[in-house]
């Protein structure tokens, strides 16, 4: 019976992949089949990420492939650092980031705690919620300079009914003061429906039974509110917060259609910025400094932030 | 048999002859902003299509995008274009990085005189390094900043004694900018046939360089020099100098008092609606939006005026140019196409026929016609204009210094920032670290 069995094993088993490509052994067909992913990885992320490191080393420029490139150590990179102008670009994309984070996940919340109450045309108003973010930013970007127009736009007209100011004494992306809240209101409306839907994925997951339980306990709705929902929905609130935070620290798109950067360079973000110094100005160099500056920030703050977010998911 | 032989050498002969043809024509392609002067060249050149057998076909980008999208094509080699269109500041780096084909030669094997053309287009479109006869471009769009009115609101008896009676003077075109600016604060605010009406567009545009070609325009009249006539890229004392100052407190004076509300993003095409639109009583624009005005339901038959940018307070006239010339891209493999359309455009009747059409003929045979200034109600200002332009810096790193006179400009100008002596000291900073980034300084 066992010789029976031991004879029949080998014959049911899948034969050794490597056996059947001749002088291969498994870990070499291992490294064949993720060759060309990890190639692709190389050519597409690695190589442009070394070449660009190497690029700010040097003052090259791409308008001016024929003139001789100069070795610069730190040069470009002091300079960012030590440039106001930068700095200021940096402090208007800080201002927008965290407006746009506060007003987005307070929103984005609420309209995903109302709308998973069970209520007559749920659906319907889930849909026209999320309409904005299925536009093109340049779309949203250019029917919302309209709305902002002084003299016919309709924002404007709102803002003068409900104040009684005239409408035309004041232009929400011409005003030095108010052009960094004109970016940061249409981001909001244009994204806060997508931190809604995450967050409703997430108040969806948390069990009825845990509700239940509570209601047996004699737990009030606000204690339940703080001590069930909130915890449970936290991670993907975390989650919302951490998508919206890396698209909008590159947001370019919509603020560029708004406008352009200005007054002066007060809505000038960094993806701005660096947009100008690479293809306006064609200091590539200084640029791709400015890029890896760039990514090391993101980067850093993005690895903070999961470490967090895992701590979060394993409570 | 022999019927067979003739029969073989028939097809052969046709064979041999539509191969002829198909080497002798050759599809061109011609880049250049999206906008109406690019409409009429498609019109015209059908008459070279018809003549050469080529075929022309045309890449249009628009004109926010165009230095973008045209530099990138160039920079990279690109094959796209045979013939370019190009700004005249690029002229420096397109001959200093071999994206142009240098047309010396050309001209001096086909008679091309650059003496028959405008001296300012030649050497705003064509020259480099400047004032030398090193030819890149042949001058195809002559274009200059000026201004245009509303010559039936200047026109109408109550608005002219209310203005003598503030001003002292009769409503006329204004010949200084201080006369201007009067004219802009008589109209701003004003109800004219039952709207509010304001009283200039000016440029204010942010991303590509709309600001200072309006700020520029007023510069140049007050004193402003990009650097010391006997000692190049000197720029201390004369891009910051006390004129120059006065002249961008002007102009933000000029925009704070008198614009429409909501004007601190406009360039050419928001000036066009805000003058056709009834919104304002002056506007600066450049030429070529002029025969457009003409042709409008709203401004033309006669409502508009067109006058040459006003005197500085020393009396200096200056006007900013626009303007480009035509040039064979290096990179194309059909230059010698590319070059005989440019031999075709040059004809004194082609030229003619261009200027009939909209497009602003350079050639002196057309401007010095005795007819031509009374072509169009525009014609005379428009020489008026050409005999006083300047331009921006059309060194190989035009677009940094362009980019950081954008921001200085805007910064003081819109958003209101420091002070003019402030902008312009920055800019002279600026400006010294790029030439000292190219070695020039």
């Known amino acids: 019976m066992t010789d029976e069995t031991t004879s029949r094993v080998p014959a049911s088993a899948p034969v050794r992949l490597g056996r059947k490509i001749k002088g291969l052994s498994d870990r070499s067909v291992a490294w064949l089949f993720i060759a060309p992913t990890i190639f692709l990885l190389l050519a597409i992320n690695i190589f442009p990420l070394i070449w660009t490191i190497r690029l700010s080393l040097t003052n090259f420029r791409a308008n001016r492939t024929s003139a001789d490139i100069e070795w610069v150590g730190l040069r470009n990179y002091r300079r960012i650092l030590t440039d106001p102008d930068i700095w200021n670009s940096m402090q208007a994309t800080a201002h927008f980031l965290i407006w746009t984070l506060v007003l987005q996940v307070l929103i984005g919340f609420t309209l995903a705690y109302l709308i998973n109450k069970k209520f007559r045309g749920n659906d319907m108003w889930t849909t026209i919620i999320v309409l904005p973010m299925m536009l093109s930013p340049a779309v949203v970007g250019n029917f919302w300079t309209f709305l902002y127009q002084p003299q016919i736009g309709l924002f404007n007209y709102v803002v003068g009914f409900l104040t009684g100011a005239d409408p035309s004494s004041f232009s929400m992306i011409g005003d030095v003061a108010l052009a960094p809240w004109a970016i940061v209101i249409v981001d909001t409306w244009m994204w806060t429906p997508f931190v809604m839907l995450i967050c409703l994925a997430g108040l969806r997951s948390i069990p009825e039974s845990i509700y239940e339980a509570a209601e047996c306990d004699r737990a009030s709705k606000w204690r339940q509110f703080w001590t069930i929902t909130i915890p449970m929905a936290l991670p993907f609130l975390m989650l919302a917060v951490l998508f919206r935070g890396i698209e909008n620290f590159k947001m370019f798109d919509l603020v560029v259609q708004l406008t352009g950067g200005g007054p002066g360079s007060i809505t000038e973000l960094t993806s701005i910025n660096l947009k100008r110094e690479a293809f306006e100005k064609w200091r590539t160099g200084y640029a791709s400094a400015y890029a890896v500056i760039l990514f090391v920030t993101v980067f850093g703050l993005a690895s903070i932030y999961v470490k967090a977010l895992n701590k979060v998911k394993e409570r | ?441």
Request: aromatic share 14%; charged share 20%; proline share 5%.
């Open chain 2, 1 to 441: 048999m022999k019927t067979s032989h003739y029969l073989l050498a028939t097809a052969v002969t046709a064979l041999a002859g539509l191969g002829a043809t198909s080497a002798a024509a050759e599809d061109l392609t011609l880049c250049w902003a999206a906008w109406d002067p690019a409409n009429a060249l498609v019109q015209l050149s059908k008459d070279y299509e018809a003549q050469s057998g080529n075929t022309m076909n045309f890449e249009f980008v628009p004109w926010p995008n165009f230095a973008d999208r045209m530099l990138n094509e160039l920079n990279s080699g690109g094959q796209l274009c045979d013939l370019m269109i190009g700004d005249s500041q690029w002229i420096g780096g397109a001959a200093e990085n071999g994206h142009y084909l240098k047309m010396n030669d050309f001209f001096d094997a086909n008679g091309i005189k650059m003496s028959d053309f405008i001296d300012a287009t030649v050497t705003g479109y064509s020259e480099w390094p400047k004032n030398t006869p090193n030819y890149w471009a042949l001058p195809a769009f002559g274009d200059v900043v000026g201004w245009t009115y509303r010559k039936d609101w200047f026109e109408k008896p109550e608005i002219q004694a209310e203005f003598k009676e503030k001003y002292g003077r009769d409503l006329a075109v204004p010949e200084t900018f201080d006369a201007l600016k009067d004219i802009a604060e008589f109209f701003q605010g004003r109800e004219i046939d039952g709207n509010t009406v304001y009283g200039a567009s000016i440029y204010t545009e942010r991303g590509s360089e709309g600001i200072t070609m309006g700020a520029m325009d007023v510069l140049y009249s007050y004193g402003f020099l990009y650097e010391n006539p006997d000692q190049p890229y000197e720029m201390e004392g004369f891009v910051n100098s006390a004129g120059a100052v006065a002249g961008l407190e002007y102009y933000k004076a000029l925009y704070d008092c008198c614009t429409p509300p909501g004007s601190s993003n406009g360039y050419m095409s928001e000036g066009i609606d805000a003058f056709k639109s009834g919104q304002v009583a002056m506007q600066m624009n450049f030429a070529f939006t002029w025969p457009g005005f003409e042709s409008d339901a709203n401004v033309g038959g006669g409502k508009t005026g067109y006058f040459v940018n006003p005197k500085g307070p020393d009396g200096q006239q200056f006007a900013q140019l626009g303007g480009q010339g035509i040039s064979v891209v290096s990179y194309s493999s059909k230059q010698d196409a590319a070059l005989d359309y440019i031999k075709w455009f040059a004809q004194p009747e082609v030229q003619a026929k261009w200027w009939s059409m909209g497009g602003y003929s350079c050639l002196k045979a057309v401007t010095l016609d005795p007819n031509f200034p009374e072509s169009q109600p525009y014609a005379q200002t428009f020489l008026d204009s050409m005999a006083v332009v300047k331009d921006f810096w059309a060194e190989p790193s035009y677009a940094t210094l362009l980019q950081d006179t954008q921001r200085r400009f805007h910064d003081y100008v819109v958003a209101g920032n420091g002070t003019a002596q402030d902008a312009l000291d920055g800019l002279v900073r600026d400006w010294t670290e790029t030439f000292e980034d190219d070695g020039k300084l």
